[in-house]
């Protein structure tokens, strides 16, 4: 609508505690106790009371998941206030804020400064070179690009691409790191990351405050080196995300590479595969699963045609029989989402596709994968003659939904309409 606005983020949760630790994150730790629950580490009681440790005040997750995020994105986009995205829920800072957001949208309406007036190409640019150093959630490259569209600004999957080659992860947070959105709050907060990033960044964008971000930096500071590393000190080398192409995801798929186990960075290893979310929660602890602790998980059927909607079903669970054997770690991919709480070596979004006819549906059983980050390809190692003769005996899966609201929708993307009345798209990247 292009009206003038001021985001004001709900903010994240206080830290979490349990039995003398003091550093549970919302969503992260209660995955590790999930873990340990399945393998028979914890009780039932124990799991329940680490889940209800973490979440002991109203906000959002606070650990830097996908809430924590994008308002730290829509903070670097200029549409907060400065500092508004860090700031506990239960903060008294917090109505500060709000108080103060209250009397400058008044002076916006008079001043007539809007969005489009802040969210230009230079400021997404600024966002996701942000979203690099905060090892931010994967969601945030579908909400970025998302909201570049709607803004009619040109951000593409290119972009996150390049930014992760500039900048190290420099937030030292849960998922990707050790501390909570309170200690980043206390750390400084984004101004403060982002004066450690400044060089990179576009300082001349405007923001709703009426300056420019290099006049709202200039007071901004670092008060934990640990929280907020410096760049020569980094939590990891490279940016949080990393983009990946090739015979299997020959649009893109992502993966959170700063929260995954090194050693399955490059990993070749025959797939097992699910063919739908039931299928996967019906076999992944049958004992007769042929798995081992190398083998590529791979789930089929979870993208936003297929499932439909792309839930968050990216963060496969390890068969019991392996978490068992200590193993909390292994290659999963998909075309589905994960909590930005999440961590694992999960490749995401895989595009195009299985449920239209992408190269994720041809997978088979014992088919060897090829994840080399490195290089940043994801390959199906099988033969182009027999990928062809896949292909040509593939069929495409039955509607969802026959009838409904939603049934043509799903249909004109299935059959690969260039865009929708309805406003939204079928891939991650919404160029279908």
């Known amino acids: ?62 650990t830097m998941g996908t809430a924590s995020t994008m308002a730290s994105l829509a903070e670097v986009l200029g549409m907060t206030l400065l500092g508004a995205s860090a700031i506990p829920a239960v903060d008294s800072t917090h109505a500060q804020m709000a108080s103060r957001v209250g009397r400058r949208i008044v002076e916006m309406v008079w001043e007539d400064l809007r969005p489009r007036d802040i969210m230009t190409r230079p400021a997404f640019l600024n966002a996701v070179l942000a979203d690099m150093a905060l090892s931010g959630s994967t969601n945030s490259l579908i909400h970025l690009i998302a909201m570049a569209r709607r803004a009619e600004v040109p951000l593409d999957l290119d972009d996150f691409s390049a930014a992760s080659e500039i900048l190290p992860v420099l937030c030292n947070l849960q998922p990707s790191g050790s501390f909570l959105m309170e200690h980043f709050f206390y ?12 060089p990179h960044l576009d300082l001349s964008c405007r923001a709703v405050a009426g300056q420019s971000l290099g006049d709202a930096l200039a007071r901004a500071e670092v008060f934990n080196d640990d929280v907020i590393r410096p760049p020569d000190r980094p939590v990891y080398g490279t940016g949080g995300l990393v983009v990946l192409r090739g015979s299997l995801a020959p649009r893109g798929a ?55 909607g792309m839930p968050e079903w990216g963060m496969i669970p ?64 099988v033969t182009e003659d027999e990928l062809a003769l896949r292909r040509a005996a593939w069929v495409a899966p039955p509607p969802r939904f026959p009838r409904g609201f939603v049934a043509p929708a799903l249909r004109a993307c299935a059959a690969g309409r260039r865009r929708l009345r309805l406003g939204f798209s079928c891939t991650p990247w919404g160029d279908r």
């Open 1 to 62: 609508m292009n009206i003038p606005v001021v985001f004001v983020p709900a903010g994240a949760m206080l830290r979490g505690h349990y039995r003398g630790e003091t550093n549970l994150g919302t969503g992260s730790s209660s995955w590790k106790a999930l873990a340990n629950y399945r393998a028979g580490r914890l009780d039932e009681a124990a799991w329940r009371s680490i889940g209800e440790g973490t979440a002991r005040s109203a906000g959002v997750c606070n």
């Open 187 to 198: 750390a400084g907060g984004l101004p403060a990351l982002l004066t450690r990033i400044a």
């Open 254 to 308: 992502v993966l959170k590479r700063a929260a995954v186990d090194p050693r399955l960075l490059q990993h070749e290893w025959p797939a097992v595969v699910f063919h739908s979310f039931d299928d996967m929660l019906a076999r992944i602890d049958d004992p007769d699963l042929e798995v081992t602790a190398d083998s590529v998980l791979v789930l089929q059927g979870s993208g936003p045609v297929g499932a439909p």
């Open 318 to 381: 390890i068969p019991q029989e392996l978490l068992e054997q200590g193993v909390r770690d292994m290659v999963r991919l998909s075309d589905a989402r994960m909590s930005g709480t999440s961590y694992g070596t999960c490749v995401l979004h895989v595009c195009p596709e299985s449920h239209i006819g992408g190269p994720l549906a041809l997978v088979r059983n014992g088919d060897m994968i090829r994840l080399d980050t490195d290089a940043r390809r994801l390959d199906l190692l």
